[in-house]
């Protein structure tokens, strides 16, 4: 009986060298010298700056836009106020809580809160606290506009020329792909 199990398991380790044999050349086969190269791939950020006349102009109700990112949310009367971060106010009437409707957009750069009280809605942009009458909130207006309230979040600021007077906001940052090769750098 050993015999004739010693005799079966001899071809079965032979073939399974064979198949294990075959594998390791394919692998050396297919395996070539290929010469690192180094490429490094960096996103960089390029802010784009608009004066902050330009950006407190435009701090008014405008077309209603897609939710992308949600933040604080604020129920006053029949409407949700829906802080999208860094961007502004969503306006959704919600008088159908079953059917709630998007009708408009308050473009707030720079916001991270918001409050309401008594027909006012108390927003933050970047440094500054910006009042908005809501009465009617499909034609949110801004009412009035304290500077620096919150001194800790003016990074966001760019005074041209050093001069206090031509302050610019930075409302957007545009991604662009940057390739480096490490053969330009050294050391």
Do not use: W
Request: charged share 15%; with cysteine; hydrophobic share 35%.
């Amino acid at each position: 009986m050993q015999r004739l199990l010693a005799g079966t398991c001899q071809p079965f380790k032979l073939s399974v060298m064979k198949y294990i044999l075959l594998a390791v050349c394919s692998i050396a086969l297919f395996s070539g010298c290929v010469k690192d190269s180094c490429i490094n791939t960096f996103t960089l950020y390029q802010p784009v700056y608009k004066s902050l006349t330009a950006v407190r102009a435009n701090m008014k109700s405008a077309a209603p836009e897609t939710i992308e990112t949600t933040g604080k949310i604020y129920v006053y009367k029949n409407f949700i106020y829906l802080n999208e971060p860094g961007k502004g106010v969503h306006i959704i009437d919600n008088s159908n809580p079953s059917a709630p409707v998007n009708i408009s957009f308050l473009p707030i750069p720079g916001n991270l809160d918001i409050a309401i009280k008594d027909n006012y809605l108390y927003a933050d942009s970047y440094s500054d606290l910006a009042v908005f009458d809501i009465s009617n909130p499909q034609n949110i207006t801004a009412y009035k506009f304290l500077n620096n309230v919150f001194p800790n979040r003016n990074n966001y600021y760019y005074y041209a020329n050093n001069n206090p007077d031509s302050v610019q906001v930075m409302v957007d940052l545009i991604p662009r792909d940057t390739v480096v090769n490490c053969d330009t750098y050294s050391g």
